[in-house]
C-alpha cells in the first residue's frame, strides 16, 4: 500500500498504460481515493490497494478500461 500522504488533490490518475482517466479529488482516510466528478457530474471511488505508484501522477495497476468498469459510486 502507498503512503496516503503523496497523494493529492489535482493528481492525475492514469491507468498501467500510462493513459490517465481520472483526477483525485481527496483521499477518503487510508482506503480509498474519491475522484473528481466525471462529465456526468458523479464522483468515483477507487481503493487505495489499486495504487502501484505515485510520482506527478498516481499509478493503478490495470488499464484505463478495467479501472473505469470497476470504480465504485461509493467509498
Given at each position: 500500500m502507498m503512503n496516503v500522504?503523496?497523494?493529492k488533490p489535482g493528481m492525475p490518475v492514469v491507468g498501467s498504460e500510462n493513459d490517465q482517466f481520472a483526477i483525485v479529488d481527496h483521499t477518503e482516510g487510508k482506503d480509498s481515493?474519491?475522484?473528481k466528478k466525471d462529465l456526468a457530474g458523479k464522483h468515483h471511488f477507487i481503493p487505495?490497494?489499486?495504487?502501484?505508484?505515485?510520482?506527478?501522477?498516481?499509478?493503478?495497476d490495470r488499464p484505463r478500461?478495467?479501472?473505469?468498469q470497476?470504480?465504485?459510486?461509493?467509498?
Open positions: 500522504e503523496s497523494i481515493i474519491k475522484l487505495m490497494t489499486w495504487v502501484k505508484a505515485v510520482d506527478a501522477k498516481v499509478h493503478v478500461t478495467q479501472a473505469v470497476e470504480w465504485r459510486t461509493e467509498p
